[in-house]
């Protein structure tokens, strides 16, 4: 059974930093994709961060790009966001989501534009101003 476990969320003021774990289990890092995705009260979900398992190559939403960075420490199957500048905008829930996209023809697509196919049960991170 796959779970996906996030850490690190917590509360801090404008401009500040955290930095997001997710350990996975019964999960084997292989060719796809993982990645963060973040939902605020009275809004939909929305992609924040994605990487490819092999090769690294990463994406992300405008919003965040030059702030946040997505990191794997695929020995440990972990899964980082580093935040910083944190803005009172990217107060939200944070998700962590393993196989973003689909697998077609032995390779992996959609890891920048795809949806999770499992998800951890989230941490809260709140910025003050």
């Known amino acids: 059974q796959v779970q996906l476990v996030e850490s690190g969320g917590g509360s801090v003021q404008a401009g500040g930093s955290l930095r997001l774990s997710c350990a996975a289990s019964g999960y084997t890092y292989s060719s796809s994709c993982m990645g963060w995705f973040r939902q605020a009260p009275g809004k939909e979900r929305e992609a924040v961060a994605t990487?490819?398992?092999?090769?690294?190559?990463?994406y992300y939403a405008d919003s965040v790009k030059g702030r946040f960075t997505i990191s794997q420490e695929n020995a440990k199957n972990t899964l980082y966001l580093q935040m910083n500048s944190l803005k009172p905008e990217d107060t939200a829930t944070y998700y962590c989501a393993a196989e973003v996209g689909f697998r077609y023809g032995g390779s992996w697509y959609g890891c920048g534009t795809g949806v999770g196919s499992y998800w951890g049960q989230g941490t809260q991170v709140t910025v003050s101003s």
């Open positions: 990487i490819y398992t092999v090769g690294g190559r990463t």
